[in-house]
């Protein structure tokens, strides 16, 4: 037996904790210098983390079962189990990978994305303060490590035990890859700490300039990876900040609809501008600056002459210049993989053994010799659960972007004191939702930016639900059933 209120307390610090740690370890994770030194390691600190989620899952289930709060999270309950199906069925091409995708999944489901209704507003406020401000930190110097790795174009590649392909860091093939395992991610990362660092400027003097410095440098770090994903995703979600943020000021002026129209597209017109004539002016810089730190190096080793003046940086990627495929293989991923998804289409091939299916049952696929995965996380999720698990989780995502968008639109005269959070929270998860489009993540992946991802979803879920709770006097068919089960009660 316990006490509600010390029980409550401990365990959402205990929740909260295990959340900021997951998400510092798969952070610094994400890191070659990490991974080359600690790689064995890495795996047993995984396995610590799903024992201790289980064990926070568990110890949730049978006491107050808050896991089962979160609005739609009915439907999540029933992807678990299309997934745990889907397993079954495709039992002959592997168990183990399986069983873990589905523990990471319940963790990334039913801790990251949790709502606690009886967790103070204060105490919420103060560890999303905290997990906010950790990542863009930790993010923060793994970026300005990766620009210093520009500057002196530093660039080797390596083997990683825990990876089969060549490992390249530094500065490769007009793009900066950095400290990162893949530019392509890391700078999705990045808009998320540029959104999350404009959400924490503050007012000081002091935090304004930490966070404008840290805007600047994920800003360098998107442009000089040369993600068209990423810099898509930064354009959609810088052109919707200026766009909302204006109409949302005219709306408190109490301006006409048409003045509110006509200066959101301005507003919106200007951000596009701003991004579009960013990139330039940060290559040259990045250009300029490494000619200068070179000649200094020249110079130093009595090894510099003006007359031969250093050649400017090449940030022409070669894979997408030489080819004709402006998907760079994407549109033959894909195209490869829907004649999978026709193979499996109710049950798919199963979450984590997907290319064992594909070399089961075709040998002259592109994406036989190349062992590519879908390349699309919702291609990814069709292939791998069939029509059964797409359309469960299909139906969560509408009904979570009706609720995030239906409480901006509702509240949009008389803003609650966490709108902005809301609503840049929003931009954000539309962000990555583009995102992934063209890459791999969200679902059946275990990385900082799934974490980020899913952490991001459950604190916008519980803010809203703090801000209008007349809407959440009925719990979830989920929860209402499993609160009949019996439980440890408090005092």
Not at 190 to 219: D, E, M, P, R, T
Not at 326 to 338: E, F, H, M, T, V
Not at 378 to 385: E, K, Q
């Amino acid at each position: 037996m316990f006490k509600t209120k010390d029980f409550k307390t401990i365990f959402a610090n205990i929740r909260f904790v295990y959340m900021l740690v997951y998400m510092l370890i798969m952070a610094a994770a994400y890191a070659i210098p990490v991974k080359r030194f600690a790689d064995d390691y890495l795996g047993i600190l995984n396995s610590a983390l799903a024992v201790i989620g289980i064990a926070i899952l568990g110890t949730d289930f049978i006491t107050r079962r808050i896991i089962f709060k979160a609005k739609y999270c009915t439907l999540l309950v029933f992807f678990i189990v299309s997934c745990a199906i889907s397993c079954i069925y495709n039992l002959q091409y592997g168990f183990v990978n399986n069983v873990k995708t589905l523990i990471w999944s319940c963790i990334q489901f039913f801790i990251f994305a949790t709502v606690d209704p009886d967790l103070a507003p204060e105490t919420l406020k103060k560890h999303f303060k905290i997990f906010t401000e950790s990542f863009c930190f930790i993010w923060l110097i793994l970026s300005i490590i990766s620009l210093g790795q520009f500057i002196v174009q530093y660039n080797p590649t390596w083997q990683l035990k825990s990876i089969a392909y060549l490992v390249r860091e530094g500065f490769h093939e007009g793009r900066l890859f950095g400290v990162f395992i893949d530019p392509n991610f890391a700078s999705l990362i990045s808009v998320i700490a540029i959104f999350l660092s404009v959400l924490n400027i503050g007012k000081q003097i002091l935090s304004k300039i930490y966070h404008i410095f840290a805007i600047a440098i994920q800003l360098f770090y998107v442009v000089l990876s040369a993600s068209r994903t990423s810099l898509i995703c930064l354009i959609v979600a810088t052109v919707l900040f200026f766009a909302f943020e204006t109409s949302s000021f005219l709306e408190k002026k109490q301006k006409g609809i048409f003045l509110k129209v006509l200066c959101s597209i301005a507003a919106a017109t200007l951000a596009l501008s701003m991004i579009l004539l960013s990139v330039p002016v940060i290559k040259e810089t990045s250009n300029f600056i490494v000619k200068k730190v070179t000649s200094v190096k020249n110079i130093e080793y009595n090894d510099y002459t003006s007359e031969f003046p250093q050649a400017d940086i090449d940030f022409e990627r070669p894979d997408v210049a030489l080819s004709s495929d402006a998907s760079n293989g994407r549109l033959s991923i894909w195209s490869d993989y829907l004649k999978v998804f026709a193979k499996s289409p109710i049950l798919g091939t199963s979450p984590r053994n997907v290319l064992k299916f594909v070399d089961d049952n075709f040998d002259s696929l592109y994406i036989n010799t190349r062992r590519y995965l879908p390349h699309n996380s919702y291609l990814g999720v069709l292939v791998c659960t069939g029509l059964l698990g797409t359309s469960i989780i299909g139906v969560w995502t509408i009904l979570t972007f009706i609720q995030f968008v239906g409480y901006l639109f509702r509240n949009r005269k008389n803003q609650h004191e966490y709108y902005s959070t809301i609503f840049i929270l929003t931009i954000i998860i539309i962000a990555l939702a583009i995102g992934a489009f063209p890459l791999m993540f969200v679902f059946f992946s275990n990385t900082i930016i799934d974490v980020m991802l899913w952490v991001l979803i459950g604190y916008t879920k519980s803010l809203i639900r703090i801000s209008e709770p007349e809407r959440y006097t009925k719990e979830p068919l989920a929860y209402r059933i499993l609160s009949k089960l019996p439980s440890i009660k408090s005092n």
